[in-house]
């Protein structure tokens, strides 16, 4: 039984989903008009594994996850409009470099990659029920929520009215009825990029683009809704109002799951604080993806990261020794300790440490596999450390394996040659329980 702890009650809970067959699972995706930094990484490498633990509990066709693109967005405008470029040619750079970042950290394309200009219609349709019923009210071009005719917002953050009215930092706005309303819909100008819509020419508010296409693509009522803390209020209290008055009542998540930030020192790493590292950074400086997902899945999700660079050297240690113990095995069963340890809310530090002490290769490569880590081709690892070539790498397991025949053999003045001549080299042979790994001098 997995185990979530779900930020509406504040308690961790049985995960039973409403369909064990059919489970669905949203997280709020990048908004594409920059690079991704490890803060951002974080709730990619979390869901990621989360998707592989419940793959593995329910099946692998059991779950739809779905993680959304925001490609219409003020900063998205904002930047196009700074390169002189039309905002797609932004939304596809930046989208690429964000599949290619998170591809590197091992992180598994989502099932669904809903785009929002692709779903405008969904979102109009969404705003115009919300009117019909009366949560949303048409003001000088823009169409708002109406907070105060949901007397159930708030239910998630637990904010009350005062905080809220300032937390969600809402700008003064004359056509405003209540100062906490948001809005669904705004105006677009002349040569801004905009949709025709009952409500003029204009462009979707954020939130509503979580809303509708959950709607679309998952259904009313989804099992798992998941996004960083930050994400808490006002995106998913928005998205809940929306999605609840517009579907009857039917609550939007039956589990609501948040990860906590990556630090920098004692501050959390944000594009606007300007304390970023990027993975593209870290990869550029010879770590690799696999180091930084480790790093990554270290704290418990939930709890603050600091990230270091003593920690980033940790991960690599820790994987050396991974990569050594496992060789070359095939994936056999799953270690319990490191299963469980992952039915607990995901408790990835207690789930490395039960993966330390597994001591048999193929269920040492089984185990990882659930994690996304060692699941790359051991000589590829070492190769890439010790600055050689592939084909460098691949003619040491050549020599390898046919120091193993020798053996076998018992032909043990060629298997001693092979060893010498290696070592001639720089390269040191480590006969181990996963068989013979080798590292430089
Ligand atoms: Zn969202």
């Known amino acids: 039984m997995i185990r979530l702890h779900d930020t509406m009650v504040r ?9 064990p067959n059919r489970i669905t ?46 490609d219409v967005e003020d900063k998205i405008i904002a930047a196009a409009e700074a390169e002189g470029v039309d905002p797609s040619v932004i939304t596809e750079r930046y989208e690429r470099f964000y599949l290619d970042d998170m591809g590197a950290l091992g992180v598994a394309p989502p099932d669904l990659a809903p785009h929002a200009t692709q779903e405008i ?12 019923l009366g949560n949303a009210y048409e003001a000088e071009g823009h169409v708002l929520f109406s907070v105060p005719s949901d007397p159930d917002y708030g239910a998630l953050s637990r904010r009350d009215r005062e905080a809220m009215v300032a937390g969600a930092r809402v700008e003064v ?17 002349e040569g801004v990029v905009g949709w025709d819509s009952p409500w003029g020419r204009g462009r979707p508010g954020w939130h509503i683009e979580c809303s509708a296409m959950i709607r679309a693509h998952l259904g009313e009522t989804i099992d798992i809704h998941g996004g960083g803390l930050d994400l808490i209020f006002p995106h998913h209290e928005n998205e809940i109002a929306q999605s609840r008055c517009a579907h009857g009542g039917a609550p939007l998540a039956r589990y609501w799951v948040h990860n906590g930030f990556v630090d920098m020192g004692a501050e959390k790493m944000s594009k606007s604080l300007g304390n970023v590292i990027t993975p593209a950074e870290l990869l550029t400086q010879g770590h690799r993806g696999e180091t930084l997902r480790l790093a990554l899945l270290s704290a418990h999700y939930r709890q603050p990261l600091p990230w270091t660079e003593a920690l980033v050297a940790q991960a690599k240690a820790t994987l050396d020794g991974l990569y050594r113990k496992v060789g070359d095995a095939a994936p056999g069963s799953v270690d319990e300790g490191v299963l469980d340890a992952l039915r607990d809310d995901l408790n990835t530090p207690l789930a490395l440490a039960r993966l330390g002490q597994v001591e048999d290769p193929t269920t040492l490569k089984a185990s990882a596999a659930l994690l996304g ?23 040491i ?9 020798a053996k076998a053999n018992r032909d043990f003045a060629t298997a001693d040659r092979i060893r010498d001549e290696l070592k001639a080299d720089g390269i040191v042979l480590e006969d181990g329980p996963g068989g013979t790994t080798w590292r430089k001098e």
């Open 11 to 19: 308690e961790k809970r049985d995960f039973v989903p409403a369909d």
């Open 25 to 70: 699972m949203y997280v709020c995706g990048p908004t594409v008009y920059g690079r991704a930094h490890i803060g951002n990484a974080r709730p990619a490498v979390v869901f990621d594994t989360l998707a592989r633990l419940i793959r593995h509990e329910f099946g692998a066709g059991s779950l739809t996850y779905a993680r959304n693109v925001t």
């Open 121 to 132: 219609g969904g979102m109009v349709a969404m705003i115009e029920k919300l009117v019909e």
């Open 173 to 189: 706005a004359p056509y405003k009825r209540d100062p906490a309303d948001f809005v669904l819909w705004k105006p677009s100008a």
């Open 373 to 395: 880590l060692l699941c790359e081709d051991r000589s590829n690892w070492f190769t890439f450390f010790a600055g050689l070539t592939l084909e460098q790498g691949r003619s």
């Open 397 to 405: 397991d050549q020599r390898i394996a046919e120091r193993a025949v």
